[in-house]
């Protein structure tokens, strides 16, 4: 945890970037310029208004809710890789949670040439996983990537997705007693369309 | 037409007059049907869903009822071996502690660069700095495949075929 610098560490040198300038000049320089800032910062006659530095600074980015969805057809080196980016996370002090995605099976038949006959017939498991971030700093996510697109194994995919609700069902077994109720309402909404027709046919 | 009047003859009992009942109290039942399937929706809502189980996680559940049958004795190892593989256990931990040095350090490097950048460009305008700190929303359509060990062929000739999903449906 201690090899990577904190980049709240390196936030208060982007703050102060007059202190960077400062230490470019000379020191007579330097002492000129901050006794003139003196004279000017507290003066209650002045300006009548004192503002403590560092409230109107802008604001650092974050993205929310996003995704990297990882699919392979080898799962093993699948998860070592999403082994590897929860170890860098955790170094780099970002709150991420690896997901586990059912894998998507699809049956792959080669045709032979100018025909429909099948000429070989594979079943094979597309594995997937999903590294998912609730908010993060857009300088942070984009030296994650960096690192995430150099230690890419052969064989993997990735893409940035943002948090959706309905890929998020794919995960759960659907309950009946929901299914039921939802058919229910449908009927419902069915009738009273079906009576409001009849009430314009009349 | 004609067969309906033909069953009115032949019924005993005489037909009901139609009730014409208020639309607004046909209104309130919906709507009372409709709060109670609501109510059960949220009920249902608030209990924790079941997951779908994951593939990879769950051949060792059926290898533990089989783990008596394959089970087999560990071999002893001689002294010889048992120094080479601690000796080899040594190098392999220096080795993985050098590339997480490594990583580290470009991690480093990259944060070190890219805030000294931000605080140049700051000096340069603040209208610049402000968008660069912003958020992207372009990167969500970003996507990369891993390498591959030899390149794409040349006028390679794909074979006909199709992908059909076969995923198992709960």
Same mark, same amino acid.
């Given at each position: 945890? +201690?090899? @990577? ?14 202190? *960077? ?19 000017? &910062?507290? +003066?209650?006659?002045?300006? +009548?208004?004192? =503002? ?24 093993? @080196?699948? =998860?070592?890789? #999403? ?10 002090? %970002? ?11 699809? #049956?792959?038949?080669?045709?032979? =040439? ?13 594995? =997937?996983?999903?590294? $998912? ?13 960096? @690192? ?6 052969? +064989?993997?995919?990735?893409? %940035? ?7 998020? *069902? ?8 929901? %299914? &039921?109720?939802?058919? $229910? ?10 009576? *409001? $027709? ?5 | ?170």
């Amino acid at each position: 945890m +201690g090899h @990577v610098i904190k980049f709240s560490e390196l936030a208060k040198a982007l703050r102060t970037a007059s202190a *960077e300038f400062n230490r470019r000049l000379c020191k007579q320089c330097q002492n000129n310029i901050t006794q003139q800032r003196r004279w000017f &910062s507290t +003066g209650p006659k002045l300006f +009548g208004v004192w =503002e403590p530095d560092g409230l109107d600074e802008p604001k650092f980015g974050k993205y929310t809710k996003i995704d990297i969805r990882m699919n392979g057809y080898d799962y093993v @080196v699948l =998860e070592s890789f #999403s082994k590897f980016m929860k170890s860098v996370s955790t170094t780099m002090d %970002l709150d991420m949670k690896v997901v586990a995605i059912p894998p998507r099976t699809s #049956s792959i038949k080669t045709f032979f =040439e100018n025909s429909t006959k099948v000429k070989e017939n594979f079943s094979l498991k597309r594995y =997937e996983r999903k590294l $998912r971030f609730d908010t993060i700093l857009c300088t942070k996510f984009t030296i994650f990537l960096d @690192v995430l697109r150099h230690n890419l194994p052969a +064989g993997v995919d990735f893409e %940035l997705k943002s948090f959706s609700k309905e890929e998020e *069902e794919f995960r759960f077994i659907p309950s009946e007693e929901k %299914l &039921s109720l939802l058919a $229910r309402l449908a009927s419902l909404e069915k009738e009273k369309l079906e009576r *409001e $027709r009849r009430k314009d046919k009349f | 037409m004609a067969l309906s009047s033909f069953k009115q003859c032949n019924s005993a009992m005489p037909m009901k007059r139609k009730v014409k009942i208020d639309p607004r109290i046909i209104l309130e039942r919906e709507q009372k049907k409709k709060k109670k399937i609501e109510n059960e929706l949220m009920k249902l809502e608030r209990l924790e869903r079941t997951l779908k189980p994951v593939d990879e996680f769950d051949s060792q559940r059926r290898l533990k009822r089989v783990a008596s049958e394959r089970t087999r004795e560990n071999t002893e190892l001689t002294r010889e071996e048992k120094l080479k593989r601690f000796h080899l256990e040594k190098k392999w931990c220096v080795y993985s502690y050098k590339q997480y040095k490594a990583v580290c350090g470009q991690i480093n490097q990259a944060t070190k660069f890219a805030a000294e950048a931000l605080a140049e460009l700051r000096k340069e305008s603040e209208e610049l700095y402000v968008q660069a700190i912003q958020e992207d929303p372009s990167i969500l359509s970003y996507s990369k495949s891993g390498p591959t060990e030899t390149p794409p062929i040349k006028n390679y000739q794909f074979p006909d075929g199709e992908y059909n999903e076969v995923t198992k449906v709960w």
